[in-house]
């Protein structure tokens, strides 16, 4: 298949790897911030960081659409079906992620709430012209890759006079979370988390272009490389940080060109900014409030606002207890911290989000195997 299989070839996979340890300075420690969960799995999938030099690592941050969202927001979706009584057309990944009170949009649909898993926006639009008689809410998530989608359906339910069609929207910002990531105390003042260098996300910057992160690239001066979602990918941008590092640069480099540009693109760019505006602050499930990070829908579109059309107070809920997704989403702790993964919580018994979606940090190392490593015997007990 062009464009997958010439980007997992095992020979330029071994050169690559090759390549990383002439490169790298063995007095040195290289950390690196996959900010996607794509990478995250190409990662663990194709072995990547087992074929790295010890002193290169990965650290996972949350780029994963489902794990971030907070709990208060999936209570918010299931108040609507419980009080509103809307159909509520959501993306698959939403449905077994664990809310308040032992819930899911999975066990309130099978308590019969009407829940329909969609696959586009275009179907929730057809649920709404197929129900005249029901409100429709489209239960909108996801980074810059799936945003101008949503625009797309909020204008053609605009257009159409679809008034029993609207949009609860969640979508996120990722420059905003990589900034906020760079800045929070871990990173900056605590020392627990250290972040040499950033593999910038592949879908996402196809739409907003490698432009927006030259601010924090210099800011915080710290490298970023727009990697692509393929194994050798992944290697060589690594090749492409640590060079990067070991010259001193803190540049915004490009690694995907097939797909992506500095500007983007730039009809989806104008048809978001269309439709949705900044939020002055949103909750995301590990980061908590951060400025500027969401959007929400325009005064223009408010008809087509489901925050505006029911109340949908705001939601502070608590993950579960012992499940740690807020610190793996932050890349402070790793999902064989928990001491629910595995033992408790694994994709069939899922108690946090990193381990339901197909993204999530949690679910990569249970899908390729990164399960916890056997309890050594401390050094007093062995001694003795
Ligand atoms: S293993 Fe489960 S409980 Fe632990 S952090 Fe991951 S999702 Fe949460």
Request: hydrophobic share 40%.
């Amino acid at each position: 298949m062009k464009y997958v299989e010439e980007f997992r070839q095992r020979d330029l996979a071994q050169q690559l790897a090759a390549a990383i340890r002439n490169e790298v300075n063995p007095g040195r420690q290289y950390n690196l911030m996959e900010f996607c969960g794509g990478h995250t799995h190409a990662i663990f999938r194709y072995g990547v960081q087992d074929l790295m030099p010890a002193n290169v690592k990965f650290v996972h941050g949350p780029g994963c659409p489902v794990c971030v969202l907070p709990i208060g927001r999936i209570d918010n979706a299931i108040q609507l079906v419980e009080q509103h009584d809307v159909i509520l057309c959501s993306y698959g990944d939403m449905l077994r992620v664990p809310a308040s009170e032992r819930k899911s949009l999975l066990r309130v649909k099978a308590s019969g709430g009407d829940i329909r898993m969609v696959y586009s926006t275009q179907d929730a639009l057809r649920i709404a012209r197929d129900n005249p008689g029901r409100q429709v809410v489209f239960f909108a998530i996801g980074f810059e890759t799936t945003t101008p989608p949503t625009a797309v359906a909020i204008r053609q339910a605009h257009a159409g006079g679809l008034d029993n069609f609207s949009v609860f929207c969640n979508h996120v910002l990722t420059p905003a979370a990589i900034q906020n990531i760079l800045e929070s105390p871990e990173v900056r003042t605590m020392g627990s988390i250290s972040i040499d260098g950033f593999f910038g996300p592949s879908h996402v910057s196809s739409i907003i272009g490698s432009r927006p992160y030259e601010f924090f690239a210099e800011e915080f001066q710290r490298p970023v490389v727009i990697a692509g979602f393929e194994p050798l990918d992944v290697m060589q941008s690594a090749l492409m940080l640590i060079r990067q590092l070991n010259e001193g640069r803190h540049e915004v480099e490009n690694e995907y060109t097939r797909v992506v540009s500095r500007e983007g693109n730039l009809k989806a760019q104008s048809l978001v900014a269309e439709v949705f505006e900044l939020r002055r602050s949103f909750e995301w499930r590990g980061l908590g409030l951060v400025p500027y990070s969401a959007l929400q829908i325009k005064a223009d579109f408010a008809g087509l606002d489901a925050e505006r059309r029911f109340d949908m107070p705001a939601i502070s809920a608590s993950d579960v207890k012992g499940c740690e997704c807020p610190s793996i989403l932050r890349g402070v702790k790793r999902p064989t911290d928990c001491k629910l993964f595995g033992t408790v919580c694994t994709p069939d018994n899922p108690m946090g989000s990193c381990m339901v979606s197909s993204e999530g940090a949690c679910a990569a190392y249970w899908s390729y195997g990164r399960f916890r490593q056997p309890e050594m015997p401390d050094s007093e007990e062995s001694a003795a």
